[in-house]
T-cell receptor, first 110, second 114 residues
Framework: DAKTTQPPSMDCAEGRAANLPCNHS???????VYWYRQIHSQGPQYIIH???NNETNEMASLIITEDRKSSTLILPHATLRDTAVYYC???????????FGKGTMLLVSP | EPEVTQTPSHQVTQMGQEVILRCVPI?????FYWYRQILGQKVEFLVS????????KSEIFDDQFSVERPDGSNFTLKIRSTKLEDSAMYFC????????????FGDGTRLSIL
């Protein structure tokens, strides 16, 4: 089973920042936090991942709390094309499996 | 940007027939995976493959399933004697290494069993 908890849905206005929360209170020291998204039955798309430091790339920023029990994915300027299901996944380093939960359905509206 | 490609995009097969789903992973990647997603359900891990052998598999990946890397570029999933419940999207993924590197997914093959 997925080791994360995410809200089932969120709304965001186009051009605003989308902040997607994730709880992973049982995360252990060697587990990474990964974020993927899935746009309407396309393949999951990798967004970003991190261990304990905050991370930023061209798609998003990942903020991980100091105790590592939760994180937030930030899309700084959401567009209509960011409408998707966003998955927060905790993955142990060295293991293959990505265990997907139900994710958060983000709806970006004009 | 390099990507994982899967063929066909949609496969329709009669129940009991064998089907082969094909994937071309990203060229410098060494780890390969199959996942499936039944309509309306979660994405589920099936199997991972490295150095020409299975490294992990889930309970779903039973004797009906097999994987192969027949040449230097293709990675295939074979399903023998297909059942109605095998109808799903099948996603291939690849990664540079097994640890701390993201898996990159193809856009999937929609398998419909009649």
């Amino acid at each position: 089973d997925a080791k994360t908890t995410q809200p089932p849905s969120m709304d965001c206005a186009e051009g605003r920042a989308a902040n997607l929360p994730c709880n992973h209170s049982t995360i252990s020291g060697n587990e990474y936090v990964y974020w993927y998204r899935q746009i309407h039955s396309q393949g999951p798309q990798y967004i970003i991942h991190g261990l304990k430091n905050n991370e930023t790339n061209e798609m998003a920023s990942l903020i991980i709390t100091e105790d590592r029990k939760s994180s937030t994915l930030i899309l700084p300027h959401a567009t209509l094309r960011d409408t998707a299901v966003y998955y927060c996944i905790v993955r142990e380093g060295g293991y293959s499996t990505l265990t997907f939960g139900k994710g958060t359905m983000l709806l970006v509206s004009p | 940007e390099p990507e994982v490609t899967q063929t066909p995009s949609h496969q329709v097969t009669q129940m009991g027939q064998e089907v082969i789903l094909r994937c071309v992973p990203i060229s410098n990647h060494l780890y390969f995976y199959w996942y499936r997603q039944i309509l309306g359900q979660k994405v589920e891990f099936l199997v991972s493959f490295y150095n020409n052998e299975i490294s992990e598999k889930s309970e779903i990946f039973d004797d009906q399933f097999s994987v192969e890397r027949p040449d230097g570029s293709n990675f295939t999933l074979k399903i023998r004697s297909t059942k109605l419940e095998d109808s799903a999207m099948y996603f291939c993924a690849s990664s540079e290494s097994s640890s701390n590197q993201p898996q990159h997914f193809g856009d999937g093959t929609r398998l419909s069993i009649l």
